[in-house]
């Protein structure tokens, strides 16, 4: 199988072949973008200070070193809770153009709304590697919103095939965690069964 990598700024049709569960790496401009931002854009009404049009948000908060004269380096930057943003994705997405939305854990319907209607990607990022991430950052080109502290500003970085990127919502709302968690019940049910059948003895 070919390495999907995806190039910012993306379309549509970038994203029309891409299925849960694929595995896809990032090359362009990523975001980090996480509560305060959104509550900020969403709630205050606070034009976001960066285009996101065609490009990526990361729900993190990065570890950076001020090397000053605004020239930053990123030490680690790890994905938080992606459902902590559930409940303003979708109308996030709506207003920003953002195509790929990268996170920790799965979203709900809200966001599955979101990415059908718009033709968005959540994507996971594997936990525990945010050292391993940071490597993929080439340059951080801008900072904005700093008054949020270093975890919630918004980071403009330049990556190179920052991934691996594993497909959680597609753009036609499928969502692998909620498809998992109907196959998982179904086999826990089964051998539940079996189990009650092998003690029923034990009272």
């Known amino acids: 199988m070919s390495k999907k990598v995806l ?3 993306i379309k ?3 994203l029309k072949d891409i299925k849960i569960g694929d595995i896809i790496y990032l090359t362009g401009t990523l975001v980090t973008c996480r509560d305060v931002a959104h509550r900020r854009l969403i709630e205050e009404k606070i034009p976001l200070p960066v285009d996101l049009n065609g490009n990526a948000i990361f729900h993190a908060g990065p570890i950076v070193r001020d090397h000053g004269n605004e020239q930053y380096e990123i030490i680690s930057i790890g994905p938080t809770t992606s459902m902590r ?4 994705e979708k109308e996030f997405i709506e207003e920003t153009g953002v195509k ?5 854990g799965g979203m709900g319907k809200n966001t599955e ?3 059908k209607t718009h033709k968005a990607l959540h994507l996971v990022f594997p936990a ?3 050292v391993l991430a940071a490597t993929k950052v080439e340059e951080i080109k801008e900072v904005h919103w700093k008054d949020l502290g270093m975890p919630e500003s918004l980071w403009v970085c330049k990556v190179k095939e920052f991934g691996p990127l594993i497909v959680s919502i597609d753009t036609e709302g499928n969502n692998i965690f909620e498809e998992n968690k109907v196959e998982f019940n179904k086999k826990k049910d089964e051998q ?3 189990i009650s059948k092998q003690v029923r003895f034990i009272k």
């Open 113 to 115: 709304e979101g990415c």
């Open 85 to 88: 943003m559930e409940k303003f």
């Open 192 to 194: 539940y069964e079996l």
């Open 12 to 14: 549509d049709e970038d």
């Open 128 to 130: 525990g590697n945010a």
């Open 7 to 9: 190039t910012t700024p």
């Open 100 to 104: 790929l939305i990268v996170g920790k």
